[in-house]
């Protein structure tokens, strides 16, 4: 299998640390006390130090929306029913989910992508239909995936990134939609972390205790059967994760060997997060943190990423919805870098 | 002199609690898990019964940001010296300055106002001079300002709303500039809450371990000789707080009065929430809190005022740089409120 993957492990590039510098000092000359503008400070440098240049703007945004279905909804570990992801996916389509109401108000590209519903929807307006298969397997009986399906997937997660960079993309957004999709990208965490379902489960879109319960059983029996110690981050992927998170594992490794900053969104691109930096840790070095998701594991995620998400809304949508939150953030961010005065600019008196 | 300031005890408005409780239920019909938007749903609902309408929106806003001089910079309690609050006024007044900045970025009208710096800039581009006085007086050792002086910087706070109002603005924003304003709004939340200096002294624009030291001394000494118990609240207004202070209070009165929602920026624009609450608790119902400021004290004002600051970015700038990062996450909110469709309008299966 690796060898049909050999671009996975192409060396990743590195945010340039002289233009960081540069934007810090700048920073420190602009006519408000030094760090006063915390985080909106470390944004712009951020930026500055990823895209190299003194005038960072997070625009374009692309926004890549991978929807498919998880096998492990038939142990009913979903407050929703399955049909929910293609009703979603329709949505979508026409505009009228929460992602789709944002990207349009903050004028950002979206490419939604039906990577593996249960059924096939056929051609729907604004969505690819590029299923790999119909749906994931039931990961507490069997592997989510078979290798073609892994690889297909990795490799959609970059096509998708390439043309996001052919038509001037600068930052990358990932989000996903899917009933189960909790399970696996929790599944995924703990045997990527090494941690039991206890650790990291929650109640998803609205499971109760009960439910949480029973995921939590299902989640112990996945990693039972799947994730014995030193098993390699790839086959991890393909016993436990969904078809969006193998899909975003390959748009993060893409991004990250191109250059384009990522907005991580919650609790699931999470996972394909951990994945992505667990297979080549530069991949940490593209990635901003948007939200700290309600969903109670998201917490331990961030801590093995070093990750202090801007925002703690108590969003638990996914969707990009997090990810999009700080978009404006970052445009005002990039608008204090580049326009604010320097004291000597504005003839200010320093400390 | 209360007889000469009767409207501010005028009654306030109260938010809509209908209007509230049918964008409640909308969000919950909405295509996503209950409450997964977390504090975006909540941004909906608030405003949505302040402003009494299914469509709730902040634009217009304005921004009032008024620049004074605190007489306590004669004790070293600044990291900046004094002459940068004009210096500042002047950037400001050719959109340099963070706040201008942002207003700029955000298509937000902005009105800037002298309320009192030491020495009168004249005429500015952009810039209303309303001077009270050559800055308030040194706390320390007397009042930092007369009877006519708070009344007139109560009314004119009260003048801004009303001309903001006549110009249709539906969401109103405070903000203030001037080198020793955290030492006025540390004391004078200190008197409001009964605290000692050293439970909110902070830093401010940068203070090192002695500058906070000396800065408790000072506040403390404001204290003992302005603070006796059951002051009233206007009288501390009167003898602790900056003309920005004074006249921040009479805008959020005001605001609250006519029902126009106030969006409560950082420090010191809390210790002038602080001061309206007491002096009519109601204004608290027309409250959106920005942020937590990076001074330390500012938790215990959140305390006091029950407010959960949407953001915690770091900031201690003031110059309602933190109210302004919140806009465009209000403008999501209602976006999201107003277009994301319902489960039955897109035939999506609820749990």
Redesign the interface.
């Known amino acids: 299998m690796i060898e049909t993957l050999a671009w996975i492990n192409a060396p990743c590039s590195l945010p340039n640390a002289a233009a960081a510098e540069a934007a810090r000092q700048r920073q420190n000359q ?11 400070e470390e944004m712009a440098i951020a930026l500055a130090g990823m895209q190299n240049t003194a005038t960072p703007s997070p625009d374009p945004i692309q926004v890549l929306q991978f929807l498919s279905d998880h096998g492990a909804v038939a142990e009913d570990i979903s ?3 399955q ?2 992801t293609l ?2 996916l ?2 979508m389509s ?1 505009g ?3 992602v789709t ?2 990207a ?3 004028n950002v590209r979206i490419e939604i992508t039906n990577v593996g519903t249960v059924s096939d929807a056929g051609e729907l307006p604004n969505v690819r239909n590029e299923r790999l298969g119909d749906g994931t397997g039931n990961i507490a009986r069997e592997p989510a995936m078979n290798e073609r399906q892994l690889i297909d997937g990795l490799n959609l997660g970059r096509a998708a990134v390439e043309r996001a960079l052919a038509t001037g993309a600068k930052l990358l957004i990932c989000g996903e939609m899917g009933i189960g999709s909790t399970t696996s990208a929790t599944a995924l965490a703990c045997a990527l972390l090494g941690e039991s379902a206890e650790s990291l489960v929650g109640p998803g ?2 499971l109760n205790a009960t439910g949480v319960a029973r995921k939590t059983r299902v989640i112990d029996a996945a990693l039972a059967l799947h994730a014995a110690p030193n098993t390699p981050p790839l086959e991890l992927l393909r016993r436990l994760a969904g078809f969006d998170i193998v899909a975003t594992v390959g748009a993060f490794l893409t991004a990250a060997q191109h250059g384009l900053p990522i907005i991580v969104d919650g609790f699931i691109m999470s996972s394909a997060a951990l994945a992505a930096v667990q297979l080549q840790p530069q991949v940490r070095e593209w990635m901003l943190f948007a939200t700290a998701s ?1 969903e109670p594991g998201h917490q331990r995620m961030m801590t093995a990423l070093n990750a202090k998400p ?8 996914g ?1 990009a ?1 997090g990810a ?2 700080v978009v ?2 970052l ?2 961010a990039c ?2 870098h580049q ?3 320097t004291f000597a ?7």
Do not use: D, W
């Open positions: 602009l006519t408000k006390p030094y760090g006063s503008l915390g985080r909106l407050a929703f029913p049909i929910v009703q979603m329709r949505n026409n009228g989910a929460p109401v944002m349009r108000a903050l879109t609205g309600a801007y925002l703690n809304f108590g969003l638990r949508l969707e919805t999009l939150a404006p953030l445009r005002l608008e204090l326009h604010t005065a600019e504005a003839g200010v008196s320093q400390e």
